[in-house]
Each structure stands twice: as C-alpha cells, then as structure tokens.
C-alpha cells in the first residue's frame, strides 16, 4: 500500500542511493552572495538596536588572537617559513640601509 503514495518518487527526490546528484541549493543557501550578505547585514544592524549583539571586549580578543596564535605556530614547516621570508627581509633591508650609506659618503667625497 505504501508504493502507491511514493510512487517511486520519494527517494529520488531525497537523493537516496542510486542518485549521484548534490541535493538542490534551497532557501538561504540558493541565493546569490549579494543577497546573502544584505540580509545578514540586516540581521546585525537589529541585533546592535536590540542590544543582543555580541561585542568583543580587550580581554576576550586578547584570548582569541593567542588561541589563533598556537594553533598556528602548531604547523613547524609555516613557522619555518615565517622566519625565513622575516630574516631575508630583515637581510635585503640592511644591504639597501649600507648602500645608501655608502652612496652618501662617496656623494660627500666628490664634494670636498
């Protein structure tokens, strides 16, 4: 008796196993990034007017940006690059600082 409500339709819709599509986008998710980002705009302006916001004070983002800072410094090979990118700037500015010195000092010489 149940076949004849399904009518073979109730799994393919729900994408049941013999469906190799993704379900169809629907409701908030269909929408266009535009769209999606005025409505969540409004959803904020009225959470500030009705004072349920959520607003970081300097502790609590203190907190987020050193938990943000250990799971980052976890990954040995970034940190590794970090330090890398940080002295080879630190190197490529100094030459430029000694050069220009030294540019200077023989400017001076040719003027005496």
């Known amino acids: 008796m149940a076949t004849s409500k399904d009518n073979g339709k109730g799994s393919a819709q729900k994408g049941g196993s013999g469906s190799s599509q993704a379900p169809a986008k629907r409701g908030f998710a269909a929408m266009d990034q535009n769209q999606q980002r005025e409505i969540a705009s409004k959803g904020g302006q009225a959470a500030h007017q009705k004072g349920t916001a959520h607003e970081f004070d300097s502790e609590e983002a203190r ?50």
């Open 63 to 112: 907190r987020a940006g050193q938990k943000g800072g250990e799971a980052v410094s976890r990954n040995r090979a970034h940190m590794a690059d970090i330090g890398r990118k940080g002295g080879e700037s630190r190197q490529s500015a100094q030459r430029a600082a000694a050069a220009a010195k030294n540019a200077g000092n023989r400017q001076g010489e040719k003027e005496g």
